[in-house]
T-cell receptor, first 115, second 115 residues
Framework: GAGVSQTPSNKVTEKGKYVELRCDPI?????LYWYRQSLGQGPEFLIY????????DSGLPNDRFFAVRPEGSVSTLKIQRTERGDSAVYLC?????????????FGAGTRLSVL | DQQVKQNSPSLSVQEGRISILNCDYT??????FLWYKKYPAEGPTFLIS?????DKNEDGRFTVFLNKSAKHLSLHIVPSQPGDSAVYFC??????????????FGKGTHLIIQP
């Protein structure tokens, strides 16, 4: 595809529910990143995949958050037992290989609202 | 503890004049710096970057300056155009043995170009 695609663009859920957010990176990009952007803040790093493996998950806030990338392309961010504080825009980015010049290309994000 | 700081939440500049956006960082391990531009309801778009081995990088109307001793960088836009009105994020990256870390972003500066 031409760019990073994220679905859904908006997700409204109730407190306590489980949600999955999907990211389809730029074709050929081996590095994939998830970020969370709260109102008035810059994007905050969550997790980084190099191929199929999570190279760095130090940004995940707690064990309710989990992400997978089983075939090294599409990734899913999973949030269990959602809380109102999880409401934010979740951004996905990809880069060619994550080494050297780390130019990351972002999708439009998924706006998650937990009621 | 913010490692990347953009101390001006907003900046208003007249069309045709120079826009200067500033960014400070605290982490000496950062070795690559990027500026992203963001319109409402879109993901951040890569604008320009600079490696820590350089002190200036220019691309058309956009120039980024890096002062490593002061841990400061700035983005110059000249001449400013109405389409430049957006939120600008400064971001930094540190290379580790396993690949680049996730980007660390500032809170952003909302640039408004006045006609």
């Amino acid at each position: 595809g031409a760019g990073v695609s994220q679905t859904p663009s908006n997700k409204v859920t109730e407190k306590g529910k489980y949600v999955e957010l999907r990211c389809d990176p730029i074709s050929g990009h081996t590095a994939l990143y998830w970020y969370r952007q709260s109102l008035g803040q810059g994007p905050e790093f969550l997790i980084y995949f190099q191929g199929t493996g999570a190279a760095d998950d130090s940004g995940l806030p707690n064990d309710r958050f989990f992400a997978v990338r089983p075939e090294g392309s599409v990734s899913t961010l999973k949030i269990q037992r959602t809380e109102r504080g999880d409401s934010a825009v979740y951004l996905c980015a990809s880069s060619l290989d994550g080494f050297g010049k780390n130019i990351q290309y972002f999708g439009a994000g998924t706006r998650l609202s937990v009621l | 503890d913010q490692q990347v700081k953009q101390n001006s939440p907003s900046l208003s500049v007249q069309e045709g004049r120079i826009s200067i956006l500033n960014c400070d960082y605290t982490n000496s391990m950062f070795d690559y710096f990027l500026w992203y531009k963001k319109y409402p309801a879109e993901g951040p778009t890569f604008l320009i970057s600079i490696s820590s081995i350089k002190d200036k990088n220019e691309d058309g109307r956009f120039t980024v300056f890096l002062n490593k001793s002061a841990k400061h960088l700035s983005l110059h836009i000249v001449p400013s155009q109405p389409g430049d009105s957006a939120v600008y994020f400064c971001a930094a990256s540190a290379y580790s043995g396993g690949g680049a870390d996730g980007l660390t972003f500032g809170k952003g500066t909302h640039l408004i170009i006045q006609p």
